[in-house]
């Protein structure tokens, strides 16, 4: 886990080269049939109830608000090896292998033991197949905030996903970067980035660490870190997890999208900026905004480009996890990829 003062260079020296490039997609390239070197694409597409045949290719039922990319693809240098069963396909390059499960509305009854159920699949597939780290997790849930108190879905989820987790030893020391966002469609997707080498927990000096909410978030606090490091010798990648206008551990500016937004960026910017990584010179790669009401879309597009040092961010609406936040944005961070001669 990264901490004030951590120095982590000498982490690369011991990872291959980045085994795969992630990138944005248009909408008509998405449409297409993936070429063989693609490890996997995600699509948002407002009301889509199924991705296709191919394994590789997920659809996320999140309305798209913006125009510069349809989604992303994440592009391997080794072969692909790909599959579905049932209601689980992975494809896996021998580094790297990404999973995607789903479940529908009727079995979210219990929210809790659904949760739990996928994730422990999860964790039995990852393990089994030689990933057996987390890396980066995806949580697209129905109805994110449906219920009161401890009885709403999200709080259910994450006591649910607490549940599978903790069953690991020392499993706070490596909860991988996660995003969880609501959507109308109902059921609930989960998608993941499991390596076979581990990377580095990365928490953030403005926020407290999820896993350690107090009592008044829920039973569970939820299970993830601000970010993964991955120190691919080519150059280091920062997974940014799903951040909000959080400090410390409470909602910030509520009711005010704008401000809302320039509290996330500020959160962002000290997390990819505190010692141990500043020395790195992270760089934004990809970005998506989550927006839960399209009608905030007009006062936040000025600040996006001053925000994010101009990188093009995918906009797309969404609920977040908590009612007093309207906005949240994920990230991939890159170091410069290294010239090897």
């Not at 529908?104 to 033991?113: I, K, Q, R």
């Not at 987790?165 to 997707?189: C, W």
């Not at 953030?204 to 993830?224: H, I, K």
């Not at 009612?323 to 010239?339: C, N």
């Amino acid at each position: 886990m990264i901490s004030p003062g951590l120095d982590t260079s000498r982490t690369a020296e011991v990872w291959p080269e980045c085994p795969y490039r992630v990138r944005a997609a248009t909408t008509k390239e998405l449409a297409r049939p993936l070429a063989p070197n693609v490890l996997f694409a995600v699509a948002y597409e407002n009301g889509a109830t199924s991705s296709g045949t191919d394994p590789r290719h997920a659809v996320v039922p999140l309305a798209r608000l913006n125009d510069v990319r349809g989604g992303e693809i994440w592009e391997s240098r080794s072969p692909v090896h790909a599959e579905t069963t049932g209601a689980m396909s992975v494809a896996e390059n021998g580094e790297v292998m990404m999973i995607r499960l789903s479940i529908p509305e009727s079995d979210l009854v219990d929210t809790e033991a659904a949760a739990a159920r996928l994730y422990s699949e999860l964790l039995r597939v990852t393990t089994t197949r030689g990933y057996p780290h987390l890396l980066r997790a995806w949580n697209y849930l129905g109805n994110i905030n449906q219920g009161d108190g401890d009885d709403e879905r999200y709080r259910r989820f994450c006591v649910g996903r607490h549940r599978a987790m903790s069953l690991h030893p020392k499993f706070e020391g490596s909860l991988p970067a996660a995003t969880a966002i609501g959507t109308v469609n109902g059921g609930l997707i989960l998608m993941a980035l499991a390596g076979r080498r581990a990377g580095v927990q990365v928490e953030n000096p403005r926020q407290l660490s999820a896993f350690r909410y107090p009592r008044a978030y829920g039973e569970r606090s939820p299970s993830f870190s601000r970010a993964t490091l991955l120190p691919w010798a080519d150059g280091a990648e920062l997974m940014v997890s799903g951040t909000a206008s959080i400090v410390g551990h409470a909602s910030a500016h509520p009711g005010d999208p704008q401000a809302q937004l320039k509290q996330t960026a500020l959160n962002i910017h000290a997390l990819v900026t505190q010692p141990g990584l500043a020395r790195r010179g992270f760089l934004p790669d990809l970005l998506t905004l989550y927006l839960r009401d399209p009608s905030d879309l007009l006062p936040v597009l000025p600040l996006l480009q001053p925000c994010f040092s101009g990188t093009p961010v995918h906009i797309v609406q969404g609920d977040i996890c908590r009612t007093d936040l309207l906005l949240e944005v994920e990230a991939i961070y890159r170091m410069p990829r290294l010239t090897r001669k």
